[in-house]
């Protein structure tokens, strides 16, 4: 039965398709089959969640290995969900990549480029489906490696920099997870979440678990780019051709928070996490720093793309907080801003895709009076701008709302107050991208003309979907209090 | 605890330090990913290390009672030095592309040329 199939179908159809766009040597081919096949991972990640919301959270074991000696794959309410968003996600970003990747890369090259997006989609999903420790590193570098190479893929120079510089911090943050790996195993012996899950109330008092936590949690959240481990994400994103920056803002930091997730509540469980070691007293206020200094450098950033880049470590430090409230209104939160967060992002990433394709790189110079020379694709950038920062009515506000509740129960105001102000200064940045597209004047002979229909329908469903998101609230909300209700185990 | 203890821990320590010392320090990005070479060759030796009980031999096909040592590690570590192999590739292909673009492999210099633009 190929229902039985589904989790690692929804590994195999991309790694499948990868080399197959390396042999076409045909760009056009290869755009069609990495659409095609994004669809058909999404398609697979749809009847995987139906499947789990009907029958709870399902096992396959690779080759027939029964785990915990073989390699399981477990999904449960919460990776059904991200498996969903990611592989949607690379589905709409797979269908608007064509023009922008022939311009911005160019017709010889693209069907490598090709090649990388479903490699890097592959190892995405891999990570999110996988229940064994050291599968999920050998996906998260089978993703990462993909990633440094599409980000060396952009037209200036500086792409190839912050490529490398990526490449060293993530090295760096994966082996850091490699050692913690190898910690956990020797103290318990196995690999297997769900057996270490069981081995680890024992262990509580050991030195080397305690270590190995550390390790993973420092190697994550170099990955995840939460304050102060966040330097290689500015220029990735800024430099990495315009898809590459819509993919990786929509896709990389929240499978990257969905691993801390893991580690935290099914790994070690949250009476380790946060009572036998309190990480929510360290990742707190790196959260809120992050949150700060985020949305600080993105007010006086003058290139749109790197503004919004430092606006995502500003965000990442909402979902942070979300997670270290540890509580199910808290988890719920950070997990609805991870989906909403997701799909604004790569909405507002690409209509500056779509603005990059008939201006060139978007300072704010170059974008005075696009709101006339662009008005559908401003009209999406505005939308989801107003997402971003969470105008009642969008799903910014649902997740935030969530969020400030969370707090509140708590009894931490301050934590709440902290949301509001970085509220306040993300309608500062936002507007200075509005004061010039639409306030400014067009200078003359600046390029004018909307940009390709195959690129503004992605964009604008993803502001239809995040618009619809904020009014009906139950598949997101819902989702997210399953998923969240799973990982504090007060569910089966 | 007497001293060394499990030596193998000073070893892997020292390289592990060493590594991400030269990662932080150097400006060549040659030298740095040198580091970072170090760096996970320390790692593999940790978990090779792991591995071993004393006095058991290659985990083969044998005949009787006889102690091997943990063939787990060992594979899984075979399975990490590709992934290095692979970052290895991809980090010093950038290197190229730098050296062609820049004309140069000193973050110093790079820096310089990106900041008088």
Redesign the interface.
């Known amino acids: 039965m190929i229902l039985n199939q589904l989790p690692i179908l929804q590994v195999v159809l991309p790694l499948l398709a990868a080399p197959l766009c390396l042999l076409l040597k045909n760009s056009t081919w290869a755009t069609w089959l990495t659409a095609v096949t994004s669809w058909l991972t999404f398609f697979v990640a749809v009847f995987l969640l139906q499947q789990t919301l009907e029958i709870g959270s399902q096992s396959y074991s690779i080759g027939g290995w029964t785990p915990p000696w073989g390699i399981e794959y477990r999904i449960d309410a919460l990776n059904a969900f991200v498996l969903l968003f990611v592989s949607a996600i690379c589905a709409i970003v797979a269908t608007a990549s064509g023009p922008s990747v022939i311009r911005e890369i160019g017709r010889d090259r693209a069907y490598l480029f090709y090649c990388c997006f479903l490699l890097f989609e592959t190892g995405l999903l891999g990570v999110v489906a996988t229940g064994d420790v050291f599968n999920l590193f050998v996906f998260l570098e089978i993703s990462s490696l993909a990633a440094y190479v599409l980000v060396s893929f952009g037209r200036d120079r500086r792409a190839l920099s912050a490529a490398y510089r990526y490449l060293i911090l993530g090295t760096i943050g994966a082996t850091f997870y490699l050692i913690g790996v190898g910690l956990l195993y020797q103290a318990t012996g196995t690999l297997n979440f769900s057996d270490l899950a069981t081995r680890m109330p024992l262990l509580e008092d050991s030195r080397t678990i305690r270590a190995a936590f550390a390790f993973i949690t420092v190697g994550i959240a170099l990955k995840l780019a939460l304050f102060p481990l966040h330097l290689w994400l500015p220029n990735a994103y800024a430099y990495a051709p315009s898809i590459v920056t819509a993919l990786l803002a929509g896709t990389a930091t929240k499978v990257a928070l969905y691993i801390l997730l893991r580690i935290f509540f099914t790994l070690f469980g949250s009476n380790f996490s946060f009572g036998t070691l309190p990480v929510d007293v360290i990742i707190m206020p790196l959260a809120v720093a992050a949150v700060f200094v985020g949305s600080a450098a993105a007010i006086f950033e003058n290139d749109v793309k790197r503004m919004l880049a430092y606006s995502t470590i500003a965000q990442i430090g909402y979902m942070v907080i979300g997670i270290s409230l540890a509580t199910v209104t808290g988890l719920t939160g950070g997990i609805v801003h991870m989906f909403n967060h997701a799909v604004i992002k790569t909405a507002l990433f690409l209509s500056l895709a779509c603005a990059v394709w008939r201006v060139g790189p978007v300072t704010m110079d170059a974008i005075a009076g696009l709101g006339k020379r662009m008005p559908l694709t401003m009209g999406a950038f505005v939308l989801a701008g107003m997402s971003l920062i969470g105008v009642p009515g969008t799903a910014g506000f649902v997740s935030k709302w969530y969020l400030v509740t969370a707090a509140l129960e708590r009894g931490w105001w301050w934590i709440a107050l902290v949301m509001v102000v970085g509220s306040l200064l993300s309608i500062v940045y936002i507007w200075r991208v509005l004061e010039a597209a639409y306030f400014r004047p067009v200078s003359e002979g600046a390029p004018t003309g909307e940009a390709p229909l195959l690129m503004l329908l992605p964009t604008w469903t993803l502001v239809a979907t995040t618009l619809y998101f904020g009014v009906d609230t139950r598949f997101g909300v819902g989702m997210a209090r399953l998923a969240a209700e799973s990982l504090l185990g007060l569910v089966p | 605890m007497e001293f060394p203890g499990l030596y193998n821990y000073w070893i892997v320590t020292g390289l592990?330090m060493g590594g991400?010392y030269i990662?932080i320090s150097r400006r060549n990005?040659v030298k740095?990913?040198i580091g970072?070479a170090i760096?996970?060759a320390s790692?593999f030796v940790?978990?090779i290390t792991?591995g071993k009980v004393s006095g058991g031999t290659a985990p083969i096909v044998f005949v009787g009672n006889m102690t091997y040592s943990n063939p787990?590690?060992h594979v899984?570590i075979l399975?990490?030095i590709v992934?290095g192999v692979?970052?290895m590739a991809?980090?010093l292909a950038?290197?190229v592309?730098?050296k062609e673009?820049?004309g140069a492999i000193e973050e110093d210099e790079?820096n310089r040329q990106?900041n008088n633009r």
Request: net charge positive; aromatic share 12%.
């Open positions: 592990m991400l990662v990005l740095k990913l970072v760096f996970q790692v940790f978990y792991i787990l590690p899984l399975t990490a992934v692979a970052i991809v980090g950038l290197v592309r730098i673009a820049y790079i990106d």
